[in-house]
């Protein structure tokens, strides 16, 4: 398991399956003052998530970055959490991981902060590098559960239009590993085939165990819509009721940006 960076943990309070997009709603959580904050602030942390394919010619340099964790980041300032992330074949959220596919999930303290981050000759070096790039410059909305013991800070309303970023993660206990995965196909397919989808990649820290999903939607009615799925119901109701998961979490997010191209689809914003 990768290392989070700068944030003290704390025990999950929610588990959630990482192949599906929303859950019932937990027991109230109390978290941490250092972590609380109000939702509709235009201040505060900001995320970024950057997904790349890199090129046939430049995959050995692909693989020192990512075998290199959060080092290769090479700590840029603001930088209070990152995630260095691999995916599956294409993309997808099946067994088999990429070889050329990866992803990175970082919050900054400030806007700025992650404006020069994506600014950054390392982005940009992704970016000359890859045959695919994309990049999303985000403020959570809601956050729910923790990931590597961290949460999330809420900065941003619900938009009222307009498209949404969410992110799905949880770390899969190895006693449930097998009847976990058997649900993956209904509910990839049930994603792929929800309007108003825009994007849907599987992500992860590991193989089998520590997965994530993030999605993009044309709005925050599509996304429930799509949270009240027959395929997805039932996997969040398997889930639930089987304890799959040793910590979890999910995140909604108002994009402030969105650009570049992933599994085909152009984004600029």
């Known amino acids: 398991m990768l290392p989070a960076r700068g944030l003290p943990s704390f025990k999950p309070e929610l588990e959630h399956n990482p192949m599906t997009v929303e859950a019932p709603p937990p027991a109230k959580t ?10 509709g602030t235009l201040s505060g942390r900001v995320a970024v998530v950057v997904l790349f394919e ?41 067994l088999q991981p990429s070889g ?3 992803a ?22 992704y970016a000359r590098r890859s045959g695919e790039f994309f990049s999303a410059k985000l403020r959570a909305y809601s956050c729910r559960g923790s990931w590597s013991g961290a949460n999330i800070e809420v900065t941003a309303e619900a938009p009222s239009a307009g498209p ?11 006693s449930r590993a097998r009847q976990f995965w058997r649900m993956q196909p209904a509910s990839e397919l049930a994603l792929a085939q929800s309007q108003g989808c825009l994007m849907a990649t599987g992500v992860g820290e ?21 949270a009240r ?6 996997a969040i109701q398997a889930a639930y009721g089987g304890g ?23 984004f600029g914003s």
């Not at 590991?206 to 994530?212: I, K, S």
């Not at 997010?253 to 689809?265: D, E, I, K």
């Open 164 to 174: 949404i970023m969410s992110l799905t993660r949880a770390s899969i206990r190895p």
């Open 30 to 39: 109390v978290q941490p003052a250092y972590l609380k904050s109000s939702a």
């Open 206 to 226: 590991a193989p089998f165990l520590r997965q994530a999903t993030l999605t993009v939607w044309s709005d925050v009615a599509a996304m429930d819509n799509y």
């Open 229 to 234: 799925s027959g395929a997805h119901l039932a």
């Open 104 to 125: 990175r999930f970082c919050l900054f303290d400030q806007e700025q902060e992650a404006d020069n981050f994506l600014a950054s000759p390392l982005v940009q070096g």
């Open 244 to 266: 799959f998961f040793s910590e979890s979490m999910f995140a909604r997010f108002s994009p402030l940006a969105l650009r570049g191209v992933w599994r085909g689809r152009t």
């Open 54 to 94: 890199v090129l046939p010619r430049h995959r050995l340099w692909g693989y020192s970055c990512f075998v290199r964790g959060p080092k290769a980041l090479a700590d840029p300032p603001g930088l209070v959490f990152a995630k260095v992330l691999g995916s599956g074949h294409q993309g997808g959220f099946g």
């Open 100 to 102: 050329s596919r990866q």
